[in-house]
């Protein structure tokens, strides 16, 4: 059991042909995902590294038998080729890609509501479940095979805070990137439920940032269902002056419940073990697991 993804996933990649398509494809194939093919509409019948190209992903999920999707299509058409993955099927879409506008995401975001699949991103690393599929854009070797759970807002976050992990003698069930943008297709509260349920996770790293509402929703949410599994958590951001955009495009404290202090006073009330450092992140683990 693994969460979202796993060897058995057959994924695809929209944007495949592309420079980033392409670098991320050849890393994700060399990793041992499975990569069933890529879509670059008028480029179908074509095959590249060795896959073959789609016109369409609906072509992609009939032919191919697709059920996950990784999107590196440049940011003005990543909210339809969204909705096309939505339309053909595609259980889990994950979106890398930068710069989506927020009026497009908005409709891509209500045009998936109600349909059975899970949208991670955009403006992530992607997922990984380790030594069976790497979906995303992280460095494979940092993820080692475990049994601790990891949701981040912050890219090179989840990357620190895996290695820290590992560093600690624990391993990785499945890690989820789930983007810095305002709009985004999964909240640190559905990631942390999905690592909650998963029978094969023992512990979660819950890290995020300042700006919005997820981490406090997360630990309030953790909070109610009695604590079944033990948080550790980072709030990146400390420093960060109101008002000023960090990074992320959903980075900026706009009321007193954004700032990292009040989400970390608001965390630790809610039983989780807080850490001021990612540095941290590993040793707090392997205590708090016993």
């Known amino acids: 059991m693994s969460v979202l993804v796993n060897k058995d996933s057959k994924i695809i990649v ?3 042909t592309g420079t980033e398509g392409t670098f991320h494809a050849s890393q994700m194939i060399e990793y041992g995902s499975n990569v069933v093919g890529g879509v670059t509409p008028g480029k179908g019948g074509q095959t590249h590294l060795d896959r073959p190209v789609f ?3 609906k072509d992609a999920v ?5 059920n996950v999707s990784i999107i590196f299509v440049p940011p003005a058409f990543a ?3 969204i909705m096309e993955a939505a339309d053909a099927g595609i259980k889990v879409i994950i979106t890398i890609t930068e710069g989506i506008p927020v009026k497009d995401m908005i409709t891509a975001k209500e045009y998936i509501s109600g349909k059975d699949l899970t949208l991670i991103g955009p403006n992530c690393p992607g997922v990984i479940t380790p030594g069976e599929a790497k979906v995303g854009i992280m460095p494979g070797f940092v993820f080692k095979t475990g049994r601790i759970g990891i949701v981040s807002k912050s890219g090179t976050l989840t990357y620190e805070a895996a290695d820290q992990v590992v560093k600690a003698g624990l391993g990785i069930s499945t890690a989820i990137g789930i983007g810095g943008d305002p709009i985004i297709g999964t909240s640190t509260k559905q990631a942390v439920e999905m690592l909650m349920n998963d ?3 023992d512990g979660i790293v819950m890290i995020g940032e300042i700006g919005g509402n997820y981490e406090a929703e997360a630990a309030q949410w953790i909070k109610a269902q009695g604590n ?3 948080v550790v958590g980072f709030i990146a951001g400390q420093t960060a002056p109101k008002g000023k955009r960090m990074g992320h495009a959903g980075a900026i404290i706009g009321g007193a419940d954004d700032t990292a202090e009040a989400k970390m006073k608001i965390m630790a009330e809610c039983g989780l073990h807080v850490v001021n450092s990612p540095a941290d992140i590993g040793e707090t683990m392997a205590k708090a697991i016993g």
């Not at 009939?62 to 697709?66: K, L």
């Open 62 to 66: 009939d032919q191919a038998g697709a």
């Open 14 to 16: 929209q944007g495949f």
């Open 79 to 81: 909210a339809d080729a």
């Open 199 to 201: 029978p094969e996770t």
């Open 228 to 230: 079944p599994k033990p």
């Open 55 to 57: 016109n369409t992903v």
